[in-house]
């Protein structure tokens, strides 16, 4: 079982505050960026369509970024459900 973390305000990979884009939610081996939620893309994509993850922010006319508070919100609340079980 993992320790949980008593804060999340320091995520290794993470900002502070701001905007992230996809790849350092989920990661990418071939641009060697390690991920913070072990999900596979598609998975990602899947789970934001359903709305079991947060809904991404549109930063231009074709880019997307996710607030940094609702991926470390999303992160605690899966941390949390882990725990109970």
Known sequence: MLAK???L???PGLPETGFVRVWD??????RNI?????????AWHNGVKSGIYPKPVNLAPRT???RV??????LEKFGTQDDAA
């Open 5 to 7: 973390r008593k804060s």
């Open 9 to 11: 305000e320091v995520v």
């Open 25 to 30: 939610i989920v990661g990418d081996k071939k």
């Open 34 to 42: 390690k991920g913070v939620f072990p999900v596979s893309l598609a």
């Open 64 to 66: 997307v970024g996710w």
């Open 69 to 74: 508070e609702d991926i470390k919100a999303m």
